[in-house]
């Protein structure tokens, strides 16, 4: 705020009256999908419009974890492609993200579990996708701080291990991903408020923000947690998606202990060492839907229950920092990515949860070539909004998951 | 954030007692000449109002009543009634 040095994304422009392409929501897809649009499709003409401040939502609150060890056919190759990219923008954008693939170790405590992971192994390594079972003796070979013995509440069987998976920096990936796109000529307009699109005859028309309207034929709205509330506000289209508080927190800094991310479904709980040493730990999301993006001590306690009993070593140490962000959660744990359908230029990418950081560069890159060509790649194809009439949900997880957010 | 609920029966107690049941969606849609799209927006579709909705509660670790609230989803906090049924 008081430096003087200009931010790498541009000094501020005033807002045109027209545009070809306008994002509404400064996160992680909006600004991979305007890189995108430049880079592979020579649409430059493009405004990104965010009511605060890029990487105020998801893009700066969520804890950096990237894996493709997804559980269906549809979803992986997606992930996967993602996940391949992170060295690729490294080198392009001329920005370090700071990738660490240190691998995630996804824990698993009971019979049934160990199971339902070879399932998901079987379909990762048909993708090509490195991922395997072990055993308990060897995650602690992985992980000596592991608490392997049979005296907790859910001891640990075995685990499912995906080296190539791991950390990226996230504001890094904001930042570099802003000035990727401002280089080739993006504008991002930040303090900047969508209040409504206005359509005619089935076709988008304009976009009216806090600073004036802006003509334009495409409009994107990928607003993370906010955009079932936008979409439905602005247009009248009514989305599947519950929107949750989820929240994380870090523990003071400690030496180096954790060399991989390590989660556990039974726990609700997942926690990797940053490079500032700091133990940081995601928690499951709120059980009743609200905006809040406010923390609580329900989840404070639950985190260090659950951290002290599979990783014992950290009992007595102490949580620095916690906070909340939005996760918009889809009844088959899969976006929603969808265009020219309601009406012609509207374009929605959404419904991520709490995966949409490791899938933007994927998504980012398969939208803009949704927009540029009118033409639903591939790629895009299951993730229609029309599954839920059809009742071809996706199988994300093992157990169709009502949210009424119980799980 | 802290949530506290109103149950009918029991009156204000810890939000965490209850299970969330959904968004307030009407009657369920009767079955003649049934559309896949309305069963559809019936069962999986929602409002995600950012402000006052009207949803329901179960008093799960309670007396077990169904029953109706208003609360703004920006704050967690009850509210009398909707805007829209002022
Ligand atoms: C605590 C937490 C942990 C997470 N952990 C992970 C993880 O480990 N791995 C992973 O893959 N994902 C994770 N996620 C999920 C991920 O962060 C989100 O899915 C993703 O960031 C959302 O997409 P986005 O970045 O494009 O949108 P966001 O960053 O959420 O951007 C939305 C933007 O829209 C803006 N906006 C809202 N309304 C308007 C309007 N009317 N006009 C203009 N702009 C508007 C907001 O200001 C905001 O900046 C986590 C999320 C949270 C909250
Ligand atoms: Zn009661």
């Not at chain 1, 996160?27 to 999908?33: D, E, I």
């Not at chain 1, 028309?205 to 947690?225: D, F, W, Y």
């Not at chain 1, 009406?343 to 560069?361: A, E, H, R, V």
């Not at chain 1, 949704?370 to 790649?377: E, K, L, W």
């Amino acid at each position: 705020m008081f430096s003087k040095q200009k931010p790498l994304w541009g000094k501020k422009k005033k807002l045109k009256s027209s545009y070809d392409v306008v994002l509404i929501g400064g996160g992680l897809h909006n600004l991979a999908t305007a890189y995108y649009l430049a880079k592979n499709h020579g649409v430059t003409d493009i405004a990104i419009i965010e009511k605060n401040f890029i990487g105020f939502g998801g893009a700066g609150r969520n804890t950096a974890i990237v894996r493709a060890n997804q559980r269906t056919q549809h979803n992986v190759p997606l992930y996967k492609e993602a996940l391949d990219l992170w060295p690729v923008l490294t080198k392009e954008l001329d920005y370090n993200l700071m990738f660490n693939n240190c691998g995630n170790l996804n824990l698993m405590h009971s019979e049934a579990a160990m199971k339902a992971a070879r399932t998901t192994i079987s379909t990762a390594q048909f993708h090509g996708v490195e991922s395997h079972l072990i055993d308990a003796k060897e995650a602690k070979e992985l992980v000596p701080a592991l608490n392997i013995s049979d005296d907790i509440t859910f001891p640990i069987h075995g685990a499912m291990f995906h080296p190539p998976g791991g950390i990226v920096r996230h504001d890094a990936v904001v930042w570099g991903l802003a000035k990727g796109a401002a280089e080739k000529g993006v504008e991002i307009h930040q303090q900047t408020e969508a209040l409504a699109v206005g359509t005619k005859n089935g076709k988008v028309t304009s976009v009216t923000t806090s600073e004036g309207v802006i003509n334009t034929k495409q409009v994107l709205i990928s607003a993370g947690g906010y955009s079932a509330g936008l979409i439905n506000g602005m247009l009248g289209i009514k989305l599947p998606i519950s929107v949750l508080t989820i929240q994380a927190m870090v523990t003071q800094p400690l030496k180096p202990l954790l060399n991989h991310v390590v989660s556990s479904g039974a726990y609700h709980c997942y926690a990797n060492q940053t490079l500032k040493g700091e133990i940081a730990t995601g928690a499951h999301m709120d059980p009743w839907p609200n905006y809040t993006n406010l923390s609580t001590a329900h989840f404070i306690k639950h985190q260090a229950e659950a951290l002290c009993e599979f990783l014992p070593c950290l009992k007595g140490v102490r949580f620095m920092r916690i906070w909340g962000g939005l996760a918009d959660m889809t009844p088959d744990m899969a976006p929603i990515l969808e265009g020219n359908n309601h009406f012609d230029g509207f374009f929605m990418n959404c419904g991520w949860g709490y995966f949409g950081f490791k899938s933007c560069s994927s998504a980012g890159k398969y939208m803009a070539e949704y927009m540029a060509t009118n033409h639903c790649p591939d790629m895009l194809k299951p993730f229609a909004l029309k599954r839920y009439e059809e009742h071809k949900l996706m199988g994300e997880t093992a157990a169709l998951v009502s949210y009424s957010p119980d799980n | 954030m802290a949530l506290t609920i109103t149950c009918p029966i029991c009156g204000k107690r810890n939000g965490y007692e209850f299970k969330f049941g959904g968004e307030e969606r009407g009657p369920r849609p009767d079955e003649k000449d049934l559309t896949p799209e309305a069963w559809c927006d019936y069962v999986h579709m929602n409002n995600c109002v950012a402000g006052v909705q009207k949803e329901w509660w179960f008093h799960r670790d309670g007396c077990g009543s169904w029953f109706t609230i208003h609360r703004d989803t920006t704050t967690n906090f009850e509210v009398e009634k909707a805007e829209a049924e002022k």
